[in-house]
């Protein structure tokens, strides 16, 4: 596959301040549980130590929904990206209060750790939930979804696995929508060829619960990937 090029950042770096908890945690816990940025590819099983099937969440916020469902599905692994240090020192506490050990996290750009250390067809999930929707017009170009990105997460994920998307901003759900639908290798999982209910393996985060405060809807997407190139 060609190689994903991108110049525009999707995010804004902001390290924020940790708390006591969430530095004592990412400083006992990020030997054991964290890995660096590499350009070399990962070995999956050793990175583990078992061949359970792997889903990957880019930009996990707190770490309150990957928490979760590592507790709910300790048959799987789980890979989490965030740049924000508070944040995975908060899924750092989670997972010492939830004795978890079937996750592994890294602080570093989405796009480099997907094209340079994953193999391609090695995931059986991608999430992206609440992307920095870059409400601005003139800031749309920021956002991490677009066609080519769509290829790329393609080219990680097995055939007949899934990429799950989910965002508060109508503008942007319809974008997803509209580069999902026009980028080939993908069917979407909906029935009436749109969004789906929200999934049981989506827990409502308190962002969600802040954004439906605010008045703000909900938007999932659910895409698989087909067999044939």
């Known amino acids: 596959m060609e ?14 301040r ?6 004592s945690a990412y400083e006992s816990m990020m ?8 350009k070399q590819r990962l ?13 990957l969440e880019i930009g ?3 770490g309150a929904s990957l928490a979760e469902q590592a507790k709910r599905y300790p048959e799987r692994n789980f890979i989490g990206i ?19 050990s079937n996750i592994r996290v890294i602080s570093h750009d989405a796009v480099e750790v997907l094209e340079d250390m994953l193999a391609d067809d090695c995931l059986e999930l991608l999430q992206l939930f609440f992307p920095d929707p870059w409400h601005k017009k003139k800031h749309h170009k920021r956002r991490i979804l677009n066609a080519p990105f769509s290829q790329l997460v393609r080219s990680k994920i ?19 929508l509209e580069v ?23 827990p409502i985060t308190k962002f969600q619960k802040r954004g439906e405060g605010l008045g703000h809807g909900v938007w999932d997407l659910m895409f698989q990937k087909t067999a044939a190139d």
């Open 3 to 16: 190689q994903f090029q991108r110049k525009i950042r999707s995010f804004v770096r902001r390290e924020g």
């Open 18 to 23: 940790m708390t006591p908890g969430q530095a």
């Open 31 to 38: 030997p054991l549980y964290g890995f660096e940025y590499k």
């Open 43 to 55: 070995d999956l099983v050793e990175l583990f130590g078992n061949d359970n099937p792997v889903s």
């Open 60 to 62: 996990f916020g707190m």
């Open 82 to 100: 965030e740049v924000h240090r508070p944040g995975v020192g908060s899924l750092l506490v989670r997972m010492k209060e939830y004795q978890l």
């Open 158 to 176: 097995k055939p007949g696995g899934h990429f799950h998307m989910a965002t508060d901003w109508q503008n942007y759900a319809e974008q997803m």
């Open 180 to 202: 999902m639908t026009e980028s080939p290798g993908w069917v979407n999982c909906s029935e009436s060829n749109d969004y789906i209910p929200q999934p049981e393996n989506r």
